[in-house]
């Protein structure tokens, strides 16, 4: 097993890690090589190789219990008891599927929380208009709404400025409309930025209109990877996007045909078995 750092994780709490070299001009902010985890005699993942470059969006996707969190706890370092090789170049910051925001802190000092800078309170201002978030910057975390905790927990990761930003189902909770401003704003934010993102998600919708690459995790393995190649801002209703949308439920083992939904690619086979009966 061997997990190296070039910096450090920036999580509910830090946690600072051994350099690391990264060569000149590798644009990679994580390598991962032959990665394997078990749980007792239950191997969630196994030899599993993945490269996340600077300023790319990756997605994630498995069904539940396929190893998708454990794999972003061993890139965020919070899981290092793993075989394989893993490295990451520069600083790692990690939003949740809960905020997890400090309930005795007000909004503004949860992100100034462990920032070891000198303008740690303008940094943090700075973070919050970012999310429109400024005049709940005195607030306490208990009364925000479950968008405005998501969008300062995504204020608190960026405030560290990571080379690799880690999102675990970070949307999962939110109500529809909630979950569309928040996509919005995570799209906004990293084009600004452009950190590496590894994106751990059930939502294919949300995956195709995020992601620049999709990977599928099945049986301890990424068993599909599929480079979206679609203009941004995305439709649902693009021909390119359905064909995709089926092709990662099919991966998925979720027959479209199970729920009602005909896409364009399921018609259009409808048609020409139809046509060549």
């Known amino acids: ?29 994580a390598r991962i090589d032959k990665l394997s985890k078990a749980f007792g005699e239950r191997t969630v ?16 996707l498995g069904r539940s219990g396929s190893g998708k969190s454990t794999l972003l ?3 965020a370092g919070l899981d290092d008891e793993h075989d394989g090789e893993l490295t990451v ?42 999310v429109g978030l400024t005049e709940r910057a005195d607030a306490w975390p208990l009364t925000l709404s479950g968008g405005e905790a998501q969008r300062a927990s ?9 080379d690799l930003l880690l999102l675990d189902e970070p949307f999962s909770a939110l109500d529809a409309l909630t979950r569309i401003t928040i996509h919005n704003l995570v799209l906004e934010l ?29 049986d301890g393995h990424l068993a599909r990877e599929i480079r979206i190649d679609l203009p941004r801002p995305r439709r649902r209703d693009h021909p390119r996007f359905t064909a995709l949308r089926e092709e990662l439920l099919g991966e998925l ?8 939904v005909t896409t364009e690619a399921t018609a259009v086979r409808e048609e020409n078995t139809e046509g060549n009966a």
């Open 1 to 29: 097993m061997a997990t190296r750092f070039a910096g450090e994780l920036k999580a509910d709490s830090e946690i600072r890690r051994e350099p690391a070299a990264v060569a000149d001009g590798d644009r990679a902010v």
């Open 73 to 75: 706890r061993a890139l």
């Open 253 to 260: 083992g979720v027959a479209t045909e199970e729920f009602g």
């Open 45 to 60: 993942l196994d030899g599993i190789d993945l490269r996340i470059e600077r300023g790319e969006f990756v997605a994630l």
């Open 89 to 130: 170049g520069g600083d790692v910051a990690v939003a949740f599927q809960e905020p997890r925001l400090v309930p005795w802190k007000r909004v503004r000092a949860n992100l100034t929380l462990g920032l070891r800078r000198r303008d740690a309170r303008a940094a943090a201002d700075a973070a919050l208009a970012e």
């Open 154 to 162: 995504l204020a608190r990761a960026l405030v560290r400025d990571p």
């Open 190 to 218: 990293w084009a600004r930025h452009r950190p590496g993102v590894l994106l751990v998600t059930h939502d294919v919708d949300e995956a195709l209109l995020l992601a620049d690459r999709a990977l599928v995790l099945a």
